[in-house]
């Protein structure tokens, strides 16, 4: 890992919400890993594999609950995981019960 990554490196549209510079390249891996799955470019991919290496990714994105299905796949292949190990995967929410009226 990089000792200081540079942040502004990664598309500005990632943090539309977020100030950039409250955001540390170490302590903010969770955001940003998150936020590239979610939303990156292949630029911004390529980014975090270099700041971050491939075991914190996978270890990053097994943890978060709100990680799409299609991102927890993607990962689950590439690093060849078992998808039932990601959090977003066990945390699934049931389908929703519309009310009889």
Not at 44 to 57: C, N, R, T
Not at 83 to 92: D, P, Q
């Amino acid at each position: 890992m990089n000792n200081k990554p540079d942040i502004n490196q990664l598309s500005p549209h990632l943090f539309w919400d977020i100030e950039k510079s409250n955001l540390s390249g170490t302590g903010s891996a969770n955001v940003i890993i998150e936020r590239v799955m979610e939303y990156g470019l292949m630029s911004d991919w390529k980014w975090i594999v270099s700041v971050y290496g491939e075991k914190k990714i996978l270890e990053t994105a097994m943890q978060l609950k709100n990680l799409s299905k299609l991102s927890a796949n993607f990962l689950a292949t590439i690093f060849k995981a078992d998808i039932k190990n990601f959090a977003c995967y066990k945390n699934n929410q049931s389908a929703h019960n519309y009310l009889n009226y």
